[in-house]
């Protein structure tokens, strides 16, 4: 069976700290593909990475770097300096031979100025 | 370049009373899904068209929610009757690429 499991539920930081939002996932899929969306009060979800089960580099685009890790089965996000406007719910996900998404239950984000 | 349209925003119905929600992909893409979140949760997925074909329905309560996409464009979910578990944010996404998905903003449900 495929799960996504983000064990922390809420986290608040205060500005300019750096978060890291944990993800761990489970899947019998040789191929699979990871993600992260970010989901901000508005709603929508708002793509930010995906992964594929081959490539374990790690990543940095500006603030954001994603540590993956097929030893321990984790995919996790960092924010660096963290800034208000990342207060939002993050989603890991977990696609695979079903073209269908698991996602975590989410880690809700509080970045207070 | 629009982003995928969902509408209503919000609905507010009784128990037993239908509604409907709707949803424009982004132009061109073929694939089309239907995501239910509950509170504090992550998307569910409800049901996945290629075109105008439903491919993976298995998670659509089928004795109360129905789909649609016919010319494979815009598409339609149904609920009838509604009960109050199905409160909850309904969301629609469109992709060319199975492994990226763009969503719309969902339609919140409350179910009096």
């Known amino acids: 069976a495929q799960k996504v499991t983000q064990a922390q539920t809420e986290i608040s930081v205060v500005e300019k700290e750096d978060v890291t939002l944990d993800c761990v996932y489970e899947t019998r899929d040789t191929t699979y593909y990871l993600f992260w969306y970010k989901q901000p009060p508005s709603g929508e979800l708002v793509f930010l990475i995906r992964?594929?089960?081959?490539?374990?580099q790690n990543e940095i685009s500006g603030r954001y770097s994603w540590n993956f890790q097929k030893s321990t089965s984790s995919f996790n996000f960092t924010i660096t300096a963290s800034q208000v406007v990342d207060s939002a719910v993050y989603f890991c996900a977990l696609g695979g031979a079903t073209n269908k998404l698991i996602f975590g239950t989410g880690t809700l984000l509080a970045v207070q100025p | 370049e629009a982003g995928v349209v969902q509408s209503p925003r919000y609905k507010i119905i009784e128990k037993k009373q239908p509604v409907a929600f709707w949803c424009n992909p982004i132009?061109?893409?073929?694939?089309l899904y239907w995501y239910r979140q509950n509170l504090g949760q992550g998307p569910e997925l409800l049901i996945r068209y290629e075109n105008e074909e439903a491919v993976d329905d298995s998670q659509l309560p089928k004795d109360r929610f129905s789909a649609e996409r016919l010319k494979g464009v815009d598409s339609t979910l149904k609920i009838q009757p509604a009960e109050l578990g199905d409160s909850a944010v309904y969301l629609c996404?469109?992709?060319?690429?199975?492994?990226?998905?763009?969503f719309g903003s969902g339609t919140q449900l409350s179910v009096l």
């Open positions: 996404a469109s992709s060319t690429n199975p492994q990226k998905l763009f």
């Open positions: 992964r594929n089960s081959f490539d374990e």
């Open positions: 132009s061109g893409h073929n694939t």
